[in-house]
């Protein structure tokens, strides 16, 4: 198998606040970040929502 390795210059990149963000969830975490949910939203959700417009 062929051996890759990082160039010299990308190792001083640093992780971006989305990389680091989604590193942080949780396992059970949901990406809401693609696609389209398959699932109704909940009504307490739907209800907060239009409790925070008002």
Sequence with gaps: MKEYRIA?????????GIRKLFEAAGPGSINMGLGQPDFDTPEHIKEG????IR
């Design 8 to 16: 010299e210059r990308c190792l001083g990149i640093e992780i971006s």
């Design 49 to 52: 929502a239009i409790r925070a």
